[in-house]
């Protein structure tokens, strides 16, 4: 006995769409890129008071506050206060920019620092070495793969 069946045409996958899930807004959203430069979010405030001293750091070592006109992808609620207002300011964070190769050698600075401060460790450890006992400083790790045995 043949089994009535529908035609394939009356199915349709809008039926079937699956829901779309909501998720969280981005807290700092990502400027668009620019040739040449790169960005930071940089502390103005925190917990309403003014950071003063970490906003003139950063201005020193070379980035510039980015214009809210530079940026109309970025919304901005104008709930900040008067001191950034041309500026791109969202929960007590500026936007800022500086040139990549300026960004590069600050990275460089610091890392020559961490590796002075890592040899340095060494150095002071290797002097307590003692024959008898002595001292292991690899900084490397393994992965080995076991039968479970």
């Given at each position: 006995m043949a089994e009535k069946r529908e035609s394939r045409e009356l199915d349709n996958r809008e039926s079937e769409k699956r829901t779309s899930h909501w998720k969280a807004p981005e807290v700092l959203p990502e400027p668009t890129p620019q040739k040449g430069f790169g960005f930071r979010w940089v502390r103005v405030s925190s917990m309403g008071d003014i950071d003063a001293g970490n906003v003139s750091s950063k201005l020193r070592e070379g980035?510039?506050?980015?214009?809210?006109?530079?940026?109309p992808e970025i919304f901005l609620a104008s709930i900040e206060q008067e001191r950034f207002k041309d500026n791109i300011v969202i929960s007590g964070l500026m936007l800022c920019k500086a040139p990549v190769e300026m960004i590069e050698e600050r990275s460089a600075y610091y890392n020559?620092?961490?590796k002075s401060q890592m040899e340095s460790v060494d150095n002071n450890l290797m002097r307590e070495n003692d024959s008898r006992m002595p001292l292991f400083n690899e900084r490397q790790s393994k992965v080995s793969f076991g039968n479970g045995n």
């Open positions: 980035w510039v506050p980015c214009k809210a006109t530079e940026h020559n620092q961490a």
